[in-house]
Each structure stands twice: as structure tokens, then as C-alpha cells.
């Protein structure tokens, strides 16, 4: 017989490749022989981290301090878990601890921003750049705090050297996308275009770029937006959505429960089949009950990480990741009620998106959905410097009907806020019948 010389996979070896669950296993295998193992102590804590567990992370860290309490990379990684905890006592004392080193710099200015002493912030991010030049995270906290102080010169310089450091890196594209919106909004769309262009130019094939580049110089053809792009915003938002929508008092699920509840008992068949599109974490899934006694509640979404929040609600039978269009073309018939809460917004055209609804809804079925108001013109969709989409009232009468829809009635109502406005929109409810009872 031959021998084969297998080389046994280390638990760094795991950590490095990205196998975080097998580099976990091995380094917990080696702690239960030496408890104190410091390398082994450092990969459990960081796919904690990883994971967002940032509790049990900083026991592991805390572990690794007791037996050396200068350990650097525990000291940095512990430092950033306190912060991503909120305890910001805890993470000054590791700054402390950290004396002048770059990285102690570094997460004293995030303390001093999330604590709102931004001009302190300010300084810290710079001094710290000059250390490390090319830490983009720096740049990208950097220009936050600038605009916080009204620094916008610095607050688009700042963004747009973190999209160049981390060598465009989504993240910082995103970053970027929301830098620009805020600024076009708060002092006019002139002093970001310079910015606007040269972003363009170096990364004009990037979906978050191209979205932002339609919505400062908007084109008929760009009527939806780009599936990779709202793959991407949501994938990066899926872990604060409702924390941020709540805080900015998003009510579409709540009144969209309500319009189910008047019109339910008329229109809807004992036991409906419901589909929640671009269902997201499952917000709508969490007012239905106040609603409907009895449902059957299915979920497609193109985000895989709102669908994982979703999917952790219980609620749903099934929940599919793909293209609202792609999927509803496949289900003819299938379902009474479609609600689609604050996502015909990423659709600029919406008769054909209309039409594949109505083919999926039986004969007799209902949709209810969120539009944002557009206020300019009544007659048509236009692209918001958000990058997302409104539409006017008889455009969206019009687009109904041409998708197969026969009566419509529009609620005008707060969708949310945005800063300090309220964004205003409609919950529409329409039907395919004309009939208003069921048999
Ligand atoms: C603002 S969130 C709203 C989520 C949820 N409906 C709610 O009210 O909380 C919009 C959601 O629509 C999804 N979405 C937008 N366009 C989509 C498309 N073409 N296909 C599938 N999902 C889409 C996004 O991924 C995102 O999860």
C-alpha cells in the first residue's frame, strides 16, 4: 500500500481561507486540551465577531487579556467589540490601553463620533490618517464626521478617498451614493457634480455608481434599477433595517394590515395564498395577524440577507431569493393577495411589473402596495437623487389598468421620514374585478 501523506487542515489555515465554522471547531477542539491557548482563544472570538456576536467575541478576547493584558490584537478586536456593543466606558479604557498607536487613535475618534463630539472625532480620523494613509475606513468616518460639522469640502473629499483606498470596494461605493444624495439635498446639486463625474468616470461599471449617475443626470432608459445594485443596499442594510426604519417611524406594513383588515372579509377567500414581495426582514409578516385569522404567506426577495431576518420571523411557508418579475412570471394563478410594501420604489416603469402581478393573482384577487409620491408631475415616474423612484398619481392609474387591474383606491398617507421631512405617498389597493363581494 502506498501512504498518502494527508496534511491535517489547522485552525488558522481555516480561518484564513474563510472557513470560519471548521476553523471554529478546530480551535474549540484545541481549547478543551489547553484552555489557554492563545491563538485558538483569537479565532473563536473573531468568528464570533464575524458573526456578529460581539458578547460572546469579547469573552474570548477578555480570556486571551487575563493571561497577557498588552495582547495587541485582542486589545484592538476587543476594543471594536465594546463599540459595536455600545459600551463605550469599556472601549475608552481599551483605547487607553492602546496608548498612540494608530489603531488607539483610531477608536478613540469612532468613540468620540458615536458619543457626537464630532469636531474631536474630526481631528482624531485626520491624525490617524496621517499615520495610516490608506485606511479607508478612516476616510469613510472622516467624511461622516465632516458633514456632521458642516465640513462638505471635506465630507466629499473624505468619501471619495475611501471608494479610492479600498480600491472600490462596494461598501465604500455605497457610502459614497449616500454622501452625495445628502449633500445634493442639504446645499444643492452643483457642488457634489464634480464629484459626481470623476466617480463616474474611474468606476462607471459599478451598480451603485451607475444608479447614482441616473438619478443626478436621469435617463427614460434607466426605468429599474439595477438587480445587483438592490442586492447590494439591502445585503449591507439587513442587519440595521428595522432598527433604522422604526426610528424613522416607517408605518407602510402597519397601514397596509389595516387596508387587508376593510377589505379581507369581502375580498379575500377563507384561507388566502399571500405573497409578500420584496418582503425584506419580514416586516409585513409581523401585522398580519392583526389582520387575518388564517393565511398562507409566501416571500420573495433578490436580498439574501434580509431573507435570512425574514426567514428567522417563522411566519413565512416559503421564502424564495430572485427577481420580483423573474419569480411572479412562473406563478400564474397562484396567489389572492400580493402586498408589496416600499419596493415598487426601485422600479421606475411599473406596467409590466403590474401585468406579472395580475397574471399571478387569481381571478378575483387583490394587491396592496406603497408609491411615493411624485410631487412635479402627476403624469409620470421620475428617478429621486436617492436613486430610488417616484411616481404620479394618474401614472400609476394608468400603468394599473394596463396591467389588468380594474379598480384601484389610493390612501394618501406618511410613509416615513426622511431627515426631518415626511415622505408622502399612497397605500393603494386594487382588484382585478370589478365586483366588490366575493360569491
Ligand atoms: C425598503 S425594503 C422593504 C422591505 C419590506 N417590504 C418592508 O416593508 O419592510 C425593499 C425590499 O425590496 C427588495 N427588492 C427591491 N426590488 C426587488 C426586485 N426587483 N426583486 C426582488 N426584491 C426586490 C429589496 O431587496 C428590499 O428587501
New binding site residues.
Given amino acids: 500500500m502506498f501512504g498518502f501523506g494527508f496534511k491535517k487542515t489547522t485552525a488558522a489555515e481555516a480561518y484564513q481561507k474563510g472557513d470560519f465554522a471548521l476553523a471554529r471547531k478546530l480551535a474549540l477542539k484545541t481549547l478543551r486540551k489547553n484552555p489557554q491557548d492563545i491563538n485558538s482563544l483569537l479565532i473563536v472570538g473573531n468568528t464570533f465577531y464575524i458573526e456578529g456576536d460581539y458578547a460572546r467575541a469579547n469573552e474570548y478576547y477578555q480570556k486571551i487579556l487575563g493571561q497577557d493584558s498588552k495582547n495587541f490584537e485582542a486589545l484592538v478586536n476587543s476594543g471594536e467589540a465594546f463599540l459595536r456593543q455600545k459600551k463605550y466606558a469599556a472601549a475608552k479604557d481599551v483605547s487607553l490601553a492602546l496608548k498612540d498607536s494608530p489603531e488607539g487613535i483610531f477608536l478613540k475618534a469612532k468613540i468620540d463620533f458615536e458619543e457626537g463630539r464630532f469636531q474631536e472625532a474630526q481631528d482624531g480620523f485626520l491624525y490617524a490618517l496621517k499615520q495610516q494613509p490608506n485606511n479607508f475606513w478612516a476616510w469613510n468616518l472622516l467624511s461622516q464626521t465632516a458633514q456632521k460639522n458642516g465640513d462638505f469640502d471635506l465630507a466629499l473629499e473624505g468619501a471619495w478617498q475611501a471608494v479610492c483606498q479600498s480600491g472600490g470596494e462596494d461598501s465604500q461605493h455605497l457610502n459614497m451614493a449616500y454622501t452625495l444624495y445628502e449633500i445634493a439635498t442639504e446645499i444643492g446639486k452643483e457642488k457634489v457634480l464634480p464629484y459626481v463625474k470623476k466617480w463616474h468616470k474611474k468606476y462607471a461599471e459599478n451598480s451603485i455608481v451607475k444608479q447614482s449617475w441616473n438619478a443626478f443626470f436621469p435617463s427614460e432608459n434607466f426605468a429599474k434599477?439595477d438587480?445587483n445594485y438592490?442586492?447590494n443596499v439591502?445585503d449591507n442594510f439587513a442587519d440595521s433595517f428595522d432598527e433604522v426604519?422604526s426610528s424613522l417611524n416607517y408605518q407602510?406594513?402597519q397601514i397596509i394590515a389595516r387596508e387587508i383588515k376593510k377589505y379581507g372579509s369581502e375580498m379575500l377567500p377563507k384561507n388566502p395564498h399571500i405573497l409578500?414581495a420584496?418582503?425584506?426582514?419580514g416586516?409585513?409578516a409581523k401585522y398580519l395577524d392583526s389582520a387575518l385569522k388564517k393565511y398562507k404567506l409566501y416571500g420573495?426577495?433578490?436580498?439574501a440577507q434580509?431573507l435570512a431576518k425574514a426567514r428567522q420571523r417563522g411566519k413565512y411557508k416559503e421564502l424564495k431569493k430572485?427577481?420580483?418579475?423573474s419569480y411572479l412570471a412562473k406563478e400564474k394563478n397562484k396567489f389572492d393577495l400580493i402586498i408589496?410594501?416600499?419596493?415598487f420604489t426601485?422600479f421606475g416603469t411599473l406596467e409590466k411589473v403590474f401585468s406579472t402581478c395580475a397574471n399571478s393573482l387569481s381571478d378575483e384577487g387583490m394587491m396592496i402596495f406603497s408609491i411615493t409620491k411624485n410631487e412635479d408631475d402627476t403624469e409620470a415616474w421620475k428617478q429621486h437623487l436617492s436613486g430610488r423612484f417616484v411616481h404620479g398619481k394618474k401614472y400609476v392609474q394608468k400603468a394599473l389598468k394596463q396591467g389588468g387591474f380594474q379598480r384601484a383606491i389610493f390612501t394618501s398617507c406618511v410613509l416615513r421620514k426622511e431627515g426631518e421631512k415626511e415622505v408622502s405617498g399612497w397605500i393603494i389597493s386594487t382588484f382585478k374585478t370589478k365586483k366588490k363581494f366575493r360569491k
Fill in positions: 434599477s438587480i438592490v442586492q439591502f426604519l407602510v406594513p409578500d420584496g418582503c425584506g426582514t416586516l409585513c420573495v426577495d433578490i436580498s434580509m430572485e427577481d420580483i418579475e408589496a410594501a416600499d419596493v426601485y
